[in-house]
C-alpha cells in the first residue's frame, strides 16, 4: 500500500526566501513520486517526478525535490520564491506497477512581498 | 502542449438527479481516470478505466456511479442520483501507460449539489 503525508498545511514565505514544502511517503513497493501544483481555479499541473533515475529530480519553475529512500522523504524546494509561486501543492505516489496515484492533503503555499 | 479538457467547468444540479461530466483525454494516452476533490480535502481516486473497462475503484465508487467511453474520444463520468456530498472538484485524468508516467489533469469540473 502507497500513502504519503504533507507536513504543514499552510506554508508562508517572503518573496526571494527559500521555499520548502515536505512529503513523506510509505510504500511497500519501489515508489515513483510526483509532485503537482494547482493554482486557483485550476487543474493539477505536473512539476517534477521521481522515477528511480536520478534521486535530485529538476521540474519546472524552478522547483526540485531529492528521494531521499532513507528518510521515505521527497521534500520540494526552490531557492528563491516568487509571487507566482503561490499555489496549492500536492505530492502523490504510486508504485512502480501502480496504476493509482495515492495525493496527500495538500500543501498552501503563501508569499509574501 | 497536448491538454485534457472538461466540461462543463460548472455544474450545478438538484440533489437526486443525474448528472454526466465529460472529458476528452489526451488522443494517444491509453489509461483514464476521475479524481475528485471536496473542498478543503485531499484528492481522491474515483476510477481507472482501461481497454474500455474498469481497472480500478474505490469504494467511494459505488453503484451510482459510471464511467463510459462511448466513442473513443470522450471520457464520461455519470453520477445516477446525486448527493449532497457528490459536490465536488471532479477530474479527468490520462496517461500514456501505467509506470513512469505522470498523469495529464484536466482542469475539472466542479459540481454543485442543491
Known amino acids: 500500500a502507497q500513502s504519503v503525508t504533507q507536513l504543514g498545511s499552510h506554508v508562508s514565505v517572503s518573496e526571494g526566501a527559500l521555499v520548502l514544502l515536505r512529503c513523506n511517503y510509505s510504500s511497500s513497493v519501489p515508489p515513483y513520486l510526483f509532485w503537482y501544483v494547482q493554482y486557483p481555479n485550476q487543474g493539477l499541473q505536473l512539476l517534477l517526478k521521481?522515477?528511480?533515475?536520478?534521486?535530485l529530480v529538476k521540474g519546472i519553475n524552478g522547483f526540485e525535490a531529492e528521494f531521499k529512500k532513507s528518510e521515505t522523504s521527497f521534500h520540494l524546494t526552490k531557492p528563491s520564491a516568487h509571487m507566482s509561486d503561490a499555489a496549492e501543492y500536492f505530492c502523490?505516489?504510486?508504485?512502480?506497477?501502480?496504476?493509482?496515484?495515492?495525493f496527500g492533503t495538500g500543501t498552501s503555499l503563501t508569499v509574501i512581498p | 502542449e497536448p491538454e485534457v479538457t472538461q466540461t462543463p467547468s460548472h455544474q450545478v444540479t438538484q440533489m437526486g438527479q443525474e448528472v454526466i461530466l465529460r472529458c476528452v483525454p489526451i488522443s494517444n494516452h491509453l489509461y483514464f481516470y476521475w479524481y475528485r476533490q471536496i473542498l478543503g480535502q485531499k484528492v481522491e481516486f474515483l476510477v481507472s478505466f482501461y481497454n474500455n473497462e474498469i481497472s480500478e475503484k474505490s469504494e467511494i465508487f459505488d453503484d451510482q456511479f459510471s464511467v463510459e467511453r462511448p466513442d473513443g474520444s470522450n471520457f464520461t463520468l455519470k453520477i445516477r442520483s446525486t448527493k449532497l456530498e457528490d459536490s465536488a472538484m471532479y477530474f479527468c485524468?490520462?496517461?500514456?501507460?501505467?509506470?513512469?508516467?505522470?498523469?495529464?489533469f484536466g482542469s475539472g469540473t466542479r459540481l454543485t449539489v442543491v
Open positions: 485524468a490520462s496517461r500514456s501507460d501505467v509506470g513512469a508516467d505522470g498523469y495529464t
Open positions: 502523490a505516489v504510486s508504485g512502480n506497477t501502480g496504476n493509482q496515484f495515492y
Open positions: 521521481y522515477t528511480s533515475a536520478a534521486t
